[in-house]
């Protein structure tokens, strides 16, 4: 723990605002960029192949690159082969399919009226020159192959996901578990319910006062938890409010409106099969010359009654993810540090201060297994964070050493033998 520059995993040649791991795949899908600015850096979603090397540590291969015009992504979600990204004010669908070798050559050679694959041709030539030479000058060390051919994306449809009238910004999208259902929050406080895949929209309703911040749905979509700037997280049923939450149940010493939520997240809970967990963040509203702690708070994830609330450091954390398994807590900070929590304990297990020195934008575990392939190796746990800064880190807990049970019990009964044979000594016909 401290402070220290973790080595890159990859780093891209533009800004990154979101990372995700396709289950399906085992593909690392990271996007970003410059925005409709005219400063030459691009704007586009990279699909990476992660690959364990050795016990511990992880290598990084860029597969694609999907160029997204002139608009960022600035969130993603992605479910059963589908992209949707926050672009502006609209929630974009893309689907991509990853293809052996043989299949992507033959794809490749039979799309030859296809825009996407047109466009993979340019970039195969002087664009992805240009790439790689952009990524060399932002120093990019990871190892880069132009495999255009394996994946392919093309657009499936668009949808307006925010309609604020002054700068319309979708803020968050997520599928729900069963892929049933896209939801999507934004600038101008409404949550917005589409299904999926017909993109019907079922709901749309005001959820809070100013932006939307976070949201998430359970498992079986029978709570939409929402996090707004208007110190409120609400918990929906449809788009009826069910119950507003209130974490100064476990803090009542904190003063009312001190704190806001700022992010929310559903967790399973290891051994335990119907068991479910809520985590929310909560940072300070204003903030002192004195940074007083951010929180972290853990809540029954059915009867919705907080359960734990811990202190989480002083710096803002900017983003928050649960590992598959509900094990861990990642959280990363505006100040670039990156931490991960014991979820049953809510205590910090690890910690690097400013790993990225700028926003941490978004995180996402990688799961134990991907393809078949374990990817813990010796490690508990790896946390993937992308930042402002472009750059893709890979943070690593290895495993902790663990004293069987049985060699627990025989040093137990060695010591209470010794303690019987001290006190025969001691007090003769103690026995």
Not at 4 to 26: E, Q, W
Not at 237 to 247: A, K, R, Y
Not at 405 to 419: P, Q, R
């Given at each position: 723990?401290?402070?220290?520059?973790?080595?890159?995993?990859?780093?891209?040649?533009?800004?990154?605002?979101?990372?995700?791991?396709?289950?399906?795949?085992?593909?690392?899908?990271?996007?970003?960029?410059?925005?409709?600015?005219?400063?030459g850096i691009k704007n586009a979603v990279h699909f990476l192949d992660v690959q364990l090397v050795g016990e511990q540590r992880y290598s990084a291969t860029l597969l694609h690159s999907h160029d997204t015009d002139t608009r960022a992504t600035m969130n993603m979600a992605v479910g059963s082969g589908v992209i949707a990204a926050g672009q502006d004010g609209?929630?974009?669908?893309?689907?991509?399919?990853?293809?052996?070798?043989?299949?992507?050559?033959?794809?490749?050679?039979?799309?030859?009226?296809?825009?996407?694959?047109?466009?993979?041709?340019?970039?195969?030539g002087k664009g992805d020159r240009g790439r790689q030479d952009g990524a060399a000058a932002s120093g990019d060390t990871s190892d880069i192959k132009d495999e255009t051919a394996q994946i392919t994306v093309t657009?499936?449809?668009?949808?307006?996901?925010?309609?604020?009238?002054?700068?319309?910004?979708q803020k968050m999208v997520r599928f729900s578990p069963d892929l049933s259902l896209l939801l999507t929050g934004g600038t101008d406080g409404h949550i917005r319910v589409w299904e999926f895949p017909s993109l019907k929209k079922k709901f749309d309703f005001k959820a809070h006062e100013g932006e939307i911040e976070d949201l998430d749905i359970s498992p079986g979509n029978k709570h939409l938890v929402t996090v707004g700037r208007d110190?409120?997280?609400?918990?929906?049923?449809?788009?009826?409010?069910?119950?507003?939450?209130?974490?100064r149940e476990t803090m009542p010493q904190i003063a009312e409106k001190t704190y806001?939520?700022?992010?929310?997240?559903?967790?399973?809970?290891?051994?335990?099969?119907?068991?479910?967990?809520?985590?929310?963040?909560?940072?300070?509203?204003?903030?002192?010359?004195?940074?007083?702690?951010?929180?972290?708070?853990?809540?029954?994830?059915?009867?919705?009654?907080?359960?734990?609330?811990?202190?989480?450091?002083?710096?803002?954390?900017?983003?928050?993810?649960?590992?598959?398994?509900?094990?861990?807590?990642?959280?990363?900070?505006?100040?670039?540090?990156v931490a991960i929590y014991i979820a049953f304990s809510l205590q910090k297990l690890y910690y690097v201060q400013e790993s990225h020195g700028i926003v941490v934008t978004d995180l996402a575990f990688l799961p134990d297994s991907m393809k078949g392939k374990n990817m813990k190796g010796n490690n508990e746990t790896a946390l993937l964070s992308v930042a402002v800064d472009s750059r893709?880190?890979?943070?690593?807990?290895?495993?902790?050493?663990?004293?069987?049970?049985?060699?627990?019990?025989?040093?137990?009964?060695?010591?209470?033998?010794?303690?019987?044979?001290?006190?025969?000594?001691?007090?003769?016909?103690?026995i």
């Open positions: 723990m401290g402070k220290k520059r973790m080595p890159d995993l990859y780093r891209a040649p533009f800004p990154l605002y979101s990372i995700k791991v396709d289950p399906d795949t085992g593909l690392v899908i990271t996007a970003g960029g410059g925005g409709a600015s005219k400063t609209t929630c974009c669908l893309m689907k991509f399919k990853h293809c052996t070798q043989k299949e992507g050559k033959a794809a490749h050679k039979d799309a030859g009226n296809s825009v996407q694959q047109g466009n993979a041709r340019r970039r195969a657009g499936l449809a668009e949808v307006q996901s925010d309609l604020n009238p002054q700068d319309p910004l110190f409120a997280c609400s918990v929906w049923s449809g788009n009826q409010l069910v119950i507003g939450l209130n974490w806001r939520y700022m992010a929310c997240r559903f967790g399973k809970v290891e051994d335990q099969k119907d068991a479910l967990r809520l985590y929310t963040v909560q940072i300070p509203h204003k903030r002192d010359r004195k940074p007083p702690p951010c929180f972290l708070t853990k809540w029954d994830g059915k009867s919705l009654l907080p359960m734990l609330t811990a202190p989480c450091g002083t710096e803002v954390i900017s983003s928050l993810a649960v590992s598959d398994s509900g094990t861990f807590l990642g959280l990363g900070t505006v100040t670039g540090s893709c880190q890979v943070h690593t807990v290895t495993n902790r050493r663990y004293f069987p049970v049985w060699l627990v019990l025989f040093f137990c009964g060695l010591m209470v033998v010794g303690v019987i044979f001290l006190l025969q000594n001691l007090f003769p016909g103690f």
